[in-house]
């Protein structure tokens, strides 16, 4: 067996058996990601400043063009996350501001900290579940399922959110069909969008 397997099945093995053997395994992001996460750690070197994470402190500015500015606290920013099946991130909205139709691998629970916003998710049925949530309302949007947030309120928004995955992604639907590499006629094809949509929203992505 060449170093290289030896050294991978030696990661997974870790990745895979950390749960049960060790009370955590801070993520060790100088050595490749498997898919359970990283390798840990060694413990000795840790100290209370790799359990926290202060990303989330301050005031946003928002520029772009949905009117957001997101922060994530997924593993790669937070990587005592590592393992540990949990996740979090900061949502900021201008007057306006949308996050546009995305999903991730993992489960989503949101809790509105400021303004007023539309939350929603869209089921395998094509069924719509939203509703205007005001500060402190939660809700969640079910693993894999399409989902999105507007501003709708006359101030600034904020929400935070927790997935139950330290790598949770997040796929979101338009930068997949028009931000990426496929062709514009298979996009054209799949969506059924005549040539002149699928350039339109090509150009807004940069594709074209
Ligand atoms: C989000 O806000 C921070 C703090 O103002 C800023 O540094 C960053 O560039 C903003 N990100 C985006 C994508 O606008
Ligand atoms: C699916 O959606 C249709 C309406 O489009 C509705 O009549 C039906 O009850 C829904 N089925 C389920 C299982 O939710």
């Not at 350039?199 to 807004?204: N, V």
């Amino acid at each position: 067996m060449n170093n290289l397997l030896v050294f991978f099945t030696f990661s997974l093995l870790v990745c895979l058996s950390h749960a049960i053997e060790v009370d955590f395994c801070v993520a060790d992001r100088s050595l490749p990601r498997g898919s359970q996460g990283y390798a840990c750690r060694d413990p000795a070197t840790l100290t209370t400043d790799d359990f926290v994470y202060t990303g989330f402190r301050g005031g946003r500015t928002i520029t772009n063009v949905p009117g957001n500015n997101v922060t994530l606290a997924f593993v790669d920013q937070f990587p005592a996350l590592n393992g540990l099946g949990i996740s979090m991130a900061r949502l900021d909205f201008g007057v306006g501001g949308v996050i546009p139709v995305h999903s991730h691998r993992r489960s989503e629970v949101i809790i509105v900290s400021r303004g007023s916003i539309i939350a929603g998710f869209i089921d395998t049925n094509n069924t719509a579940y939203y509703r205007r949530l005001e500060v402190e309302d939660v809700m969640i949007f079910p693993q894999a399922i399409l989902h999105f947030q507007v501003n709708v309120g006359t101030t600034p928004a904020t929400a935070f959110v927790s997935l139950n995955g330290a790598n949770p992604s997040i796929q979101f639907t338009m930068n997949s069909l028009f931000g990426g590499n496929l062709p514009a006629d298979i996009t054209q094809q799949i969506t059924l969008l005549s040539n002149a949509e699928v350039m339109r929203m090509k150009r807004a992505f940069g594709t074209a």
